[in-house]
């Protein structure tokens, strides 16, 4: 990449950066690190700002699932920037427009989307960015699941079946990043600490539903108040569900699933947690068996995946290509597992701090 | 239903926009700059012939279903209005209605401060005008109100919000400087269950009578916990549910011994192809279990007693009242609508009236 700005150098994240900046803040995380940023299946997106070797800021990039080239758009997370300890506010927020540059310049797809997701009482590390809404999540014990003639299969392997169901699912949404086995396979397979299950509803020998839980976790929810007084928050102790597909005209199927999942969490001591679009059936299920929207602290910001071009003819070009904001609202059905940083955090400082 | 906003843009965004020269009028915009405290905001705009036989037939080309306003209706509308109701029309050099951009003017209470906030309603450019055009007129048009209602314009609208359905408020975020500021979270619940709601023994309704002068002071002292509400008083609640001509609300006030312990309004109309029961406005204490079933139940008998099998209310999901609701067995669905919004307070980004706002169908123009 090698992008130079005076004394900077953008440079493609390496194992060397990542020891830098766990050092800046005694991260213990490194591995969450490593395995999000670097794992070797994936290319690298993340960039680091560099002056000679040693590292100023690194912007954290994921890709969602698998692209697939002509047909579904590129989707990138964008985490939290990280700055060296002590660096002047302005300087590091320079290194933060240059990565961020950096990365929209080397992808130059403005049908591409760069998502982030931030807290509400923070400011947005990045310019350029719009909102796309407050992030909620469905939260509960869901109940009023009917038996049936179906085989509830835990421990399901993540294998191509349920890559080639989870797709099917997705249906022909322009906004649904592929979930291919060997994707599914690093995101839940080889997820530091382990403890992420699949479990499947099969209908005459064929997948029905199929969620992904991960390990308990304690998850903070906000009081009821919202006056002048400092916000409060409750903790919460819940099972994530990282996945949750419900194939076409399966609602029956979708609710075993959902009860069998609730019984999951009752015996760990906790609530369901999951995160699911309005617009996707599978919502007026959870909804239906009793789950409540539960508003979180967290907005979900989206950009196209390059630079907006200058000039009034450019413009144009612009507008007519750009990301359209309410087609991704009503088409990406995303889920827990596509928000990798947020839901796995590592300590960050941002330019702001 | 249909939401008066940006009613106009169809189809993709332009891919050229031609420059034109035009003539910008305000149509008697006697508004001078919002008030805020307790003091109503008088003037409002006129309302002339050309401009509703504009109105009529931009919203006619939408909805086949269409009916001109009565000018009762558009009296209320806009010189009733507690909070003005500026606006700004854009005519070309015939005099022709090019663009209209128009709002109620509403309040917010943050602690002991009256913020203006300017409701956008009634929004169009004109349909004989081609796509390019139309979104440089609307921008103008919306441009030239921002410049005179809203900040730094002193004692100007610190926020403009609506309620578009999505599909049709795409230049307000591309050319208006919009954001989505909250879902629009359709609440419902059956009608018998909301009836079988335990009303304490302390507790009771007064129906369809005044609203009672120690109103205000009631809502100033519980307000502080709802985060940022939509402002509450006799002389709104006046407007807004005893004035408008032609359609019929229904009210309670529910009081706990003399003193009053919150109220609620209900509609009985068709929304989304059903009839149901519209919860219009309701308040009481944050906290108040009791007097929330209360309601519950008085909103479900009313609406029993109509023939109506389903209460249907609205609002966001950082309001205070979104947890409780759902666990006395109020579901959430999805609405065609969203609220959307542009904060003109550089202290005071999206993201804080997205956190902190609280609405109901009280707020909007839809009920």
């Excluded at chain 1, 194992?15 to 900046?21: K, L, R, S, T, Y």
């Excluded at chain 2, 508004?31 to 008088?42: C, I, L, T, Y």
């Excluded at chain 2, 979270?185 to 018998?192: E, K, L, S």
Aim: charged share 20%; proline share 7%.
């Amino acid at each position: 990449m090698g992008e130079q700005s005076n004394k900077l150098e953008v440079r493609p994240l390496e194992p060397q950066h990542i020891a830098q900046v766990l050092g800046w803040y005694s991260m213990r995380k490194g591995t969450v690190m490593e395995w999000l940023l670097l794992d070797g299946a994936w290319p690298v997106h993340s960039l680091v700002a560099c002056e000679g070797e040693t590292v100023c800021a690194l912007l954290p990039v994921v890709q969602l699932g698998d692209p697939i080239p002509g047909e579904r758009p590129a989707m990138w997370e964008w985490g939290q920037p990280l700055v060296a300890p002590g660096s002047d506010a302005g300087a590091a927020r320079g290194w933060v427009e240059t990565l961020a540059a950096a990365f929209l310049r080397g992808q130059d797809d403005p049908e591409g989307v760069v998502l982030t997701w931030s807290d509400t009482r923070d400011p947005v590390p990045f310019d350029g960015l719009e909102r796309l809404g407050s992030w909620s999540m469905l939260q509960g014990l869901p109940t009023g699941a009917e038996d049936g003639d179906w085989v509830m299969q835990e421990a399901l392997p993540l294998d191509d079946a349920a890559a080639a169901f989870i797709g099917a699912c997705a249906g022909a949404s322009a906004w649904v990043p592929r979930r291919s086995s060997a994707y599914l396979d690093w995101r839940y397979g080889r997820a530091p600490g382990g403890g992420h299950e699949a479990t499947g509803v099969l209908e005459g020998g064929e997948l029905r539903a199929l969620a992904v839980t991960g390990p308990p976790r304690w998850e903070d929810q906000p009081e009821e108040c919202l006056g002048d007084g400092p916000s409060t928050h409750v903790p919460c102790r819940v099972l994530p569900v990282y996945e949750f597909w419900v194939a076409e005209g399966a609602s029956r199927p979708g609710q075993a699933l959902l009860g069998n999942l609730a019984g999951q969490a009752r015996a760990q001591a906790c609530e369901l947690n999951l995160a699911l679009p309005s617009w996707q059936p599978a919502f007026d299920l959870c909804v239906g068996m009793g789950m409540r929207v539960t508003p979180t602290s967290r907005d979900l910001y989206a950009r196209p995946a390059a630079l907006a071009p200058s000039g009034p003819r450019a413009s144009q070009a612009w507008n007519s290509r750009a990301l359209d904001l309410e087609a991704l609202r009503c088409a990406w059905p995303w889920s827990l597992g596509d928000a990798h940083f947020s839901w796995c955090p590592f300590e960050s400082s941002g330019p702001a701090d | 239903m249909h939401s008066r906003h940006f009613p106009w843009l169809a189809g993709s965004l332009p891919s050229v926009i031609r420059s034109w020269t035009w003539v910008i009028s305000q149509v008697a915009l006697s508004f001078a700059g919002p008030k805020v405290e307790d003091e109503p905001m008088g003037a409002s705009v006129e309302i002339t012939s050309g401009l509703r036989a504009s109105f009529d037939q931009a919203f006619a080309a939408i909805d086949p279903g269409y009916q001109p306003r009565l000018q009762a209706e558009w009296d209320w509308r806009t010189r009733q209005v507690p909070g003005g109701a500026p606006a700004e029309t854009l005519l070309d050099r015939r005099g022709r209605v090019q663009a209209h951009y128009a709002a109620l003017g509403t309040r917010v209470l943050d602690g002991e401060h009256c913020l203006p906030v300017a409701q956008v309603v009634d929004t169009f450019a004109s349909s004989e005008l081609s796509l390019p055009r139309r979104v440089r007129a609307f921008t103008r048009a919306c441009e030239s109100f921002v410049e005179s209602t809203c900040l730094p314009a002193a004692g100007g609208f610190v926020l403009c919000y609506g309620f578009p359905v999505r599909p049709a408020w795409r230049i307000g975020r591309a050319h208006l400087g919009y954001t989505v500021l909250q879902e629009f979270w359709r609440q419902g619940i059956g009608a018998q269950d909301a009836a079988r709601s335990l009303v304490a023994g302390d507790l009771a309704f007064e129906d369809d009578c005044e609203w009672p002068s120690e109103l205000d002071a009631f809502f100033a002292q519980h307000a502080g916990e709802l985060g940022l509400p939509f402002m509450r008083d006799t002389a709104f609640l006046r407007w807004r549910f005893d004035q408008r001509p032609n359609v019929k609300y229904s009210r309670c006030l529910l009081r706990r011994g003399l003193g009053l312990a919150g109220w609620a309004v209900l509609r009985v109309t068709d929304w989304s192809g059903e009839r149901v029961a519209l919860v219009c406005d309701r308040f009481c204490a944050t906290g108040d279990q009791e007097a929330e079933l209360a309601l519950d139940h008085w909103l479900g008998t009313q609406a029993l007693a109509a023939g109506v099998t389903h209460l249907v209310a609205a609002g966001g999901e950082h309001s205070p009242e979104f947890r409780g609701a759902q666990e006395r067995g109020w579901r959430i669905a999805r609405s065609d609508y969203c609220m959307v919004g542009r904060s003109f307070d550089p202290d005071r980004p999206d993201s804080d009236w997205a956190r902190r706002l609280r609405w109901t169908l009280a707020d909007t123009d839809l009920v």
